[in-house]
């Protein structure tokens, strides 16, 4: 069964330091979505890329985080400087570019803490 | 701006008895879709069921069912049959469709043997 998949699984940084992020999506899903889930809390989306573009940035603080998809294919999110307030869970998920079928399929995540 | 509530932050139940989360949304739209998702310890966040708001009839997949009331914005998840295996965070979620989903804020679910 086609999975997404993210690596690292856990992350472990100092405040200041730059920390990335990376994400292959299932086969042939067109929409890439990067997720922030703080303990205890939903996930709340950060960017969603249709193919190369970026169709919703309107919540990554784009003063540190950077998020792209060169090649339409896998993509990085990028923290730099990371501060405490990042530490969360980072989900990445993918979907079919379809009217009648939007599900989206989630990675393993990657766990950030940031001391 | 659409919104998804789950107002049990915590629910509990024994193996083998049935349990139901209860979810309701609020949004302006008439198409759209709402999924359940379960997020075990291992933090893996898995699509439980899914429902198509245009179709009246409710989803089922085994023993997991939803009660989908449109006018009430209501999103109900029954589990039957409980098992060990169930017991994890489950988030309601809503997107219009090639959109983002909205999460609610979960509900932890405790199975007692």
């Known amino acids: 069964e086609a999975e997404v998949a993210q690596s690292p699984r856990y992350k472990i940084t100092e405040k200041s330091q730059a920390v990335a992020f990376w994400c292959d999506p299932i086969?042939?899903?067109?929409?890439l979505y990067w997720y922030r889930q703080i303990l205890g809390q939903g996930p709340e989306l950060l960017v969603q890329?249709?193919?190369?573009?970026?169709?919703?940035d309107s919540q990554l603080p784009k003063d540190r985080f950077s998020a792209e998809r060169l090649k339409g294919v896998d993509s990085t999110l990028k923290i730099q400087p990371a501060e405490l307030g990042d530490s969360a869970m980072y989900l990445c998920?993918?979907?079919?570019?379809?009217?009648?079928?939007?599900?989206?399929?989630f990675g393993p995540g990657t766990r950030l803490t940031v001391l | 701006a659409q919104t998804v509530t789950q107002s049990q932050p915590e629910m509990s139940v024994q193996e083998a008895e049935t349990v139901t989360l209860s979810c309701t949304y609020d949004?302006?739209?008439?198409?759209?879709?709402l999924f359940w998702y379960k997020q075990p310890p291992s933090r893996q966040m898995i699509l439980v069921i899914r429902?198509?708001?245009?179709?009246?009839q409710n989803a089922t997949e085994n023993r997991f069912s939803v009660n989908f009331q449109k006018a009430a914005k209501s999103f109900s998840l029954k589990i039957s049959d409980s098992q060990l295996g169930d017991a994890a965070m489950y988030f309601c979620?809503?997107?219009?469709?090639?959109?983002?989903?909205?999460f609610g804020q979960g509900t932890r679910l405790t199975i007692n043997p």
């Open positions: 086969s042939g899903h067109a929409t």
């Open positions: 429902q198509e708001a245009y179709k009246q």
């Open positions: 998920a993918s979907s079919l570019v379809s009217r009648y079928t939007d599900t989206q399929y």
């Open positions: 979620a809503y997107t219009q469709g090639a959109q983002k989903l909205v």
């Open positions: 890329f249709q193919d190369e573009s970026v169709v919703d």
């Open positions: 949004t302006s739209e008439s198409d759209y879709y």
